[in-house]
């Protein structure tokens, strides 16, 4: 398995932006397709964005399309996140999540390894 790190979030007003990163320890990151999902306070965990295992594809949720980036850097096990154009809406904690295969994904049951995630806040 994978420990992921979260690090990056925080308080913003909206429109602004902030950089999340991930820090993976483990020698299979390179090999692991991963994501970001996030969890409002009284909801679920949703899917946010995911990139296989090179970073050569990318796929989004339609609320983030356009505004959010995901991106990784494997010489140094690190996944990315800009998140652009913040909205009250994107609040929440954010977690990264580690797939045991390369390919694209976007249930919470396909991701084997799980951050302790970071909270964003976006202020109206």
């Known amino acids: 398995q994978v420990q992921l790190v979260e690090s990056g979030g925080g308080l913003v007003q909206a429109g602004g932006s902030l950089r999340l990163s991930c820090v993976a320890s483990?020698?299979?990151?390179?090999?692991?397709?991963m994501a970001w999902f996030r969890q409002a306070p009284g909801k679920g965990r949703e899917f946010v964005a995911t990139?296989?295992?090179?970073?050569?594809?990318?796929y989004y949720s339609d609320s983030v399309k356009g505004r959010f980036t995901i991106s990784r850097n494997n010489t140094i096990n690190a996944l990315y996140l800009q998140m652009n154009s913040l909205k009250p809406e994107d609040t929440a904690t954010y977690y990264c999540?580690?797939?045991?295969?390369?390919?694209?994904?976007?249930?919470?049951?396909?991701?084997?390894?799980w951050g302790q995630g970071t909270q964003v806040t976006v202020s109206s």
């Open positions: 999540a580690a797939r045991d295969n390369k390919w694209l994904a976007t249930r919470l049951a396909d991701f084997a390894s």
């Open positions: 483990g020698r299979t990151f390179s090999n692991s397709a």
């Open positions: 990139i296989n295992y090179i970073g050569e594809s990318t």
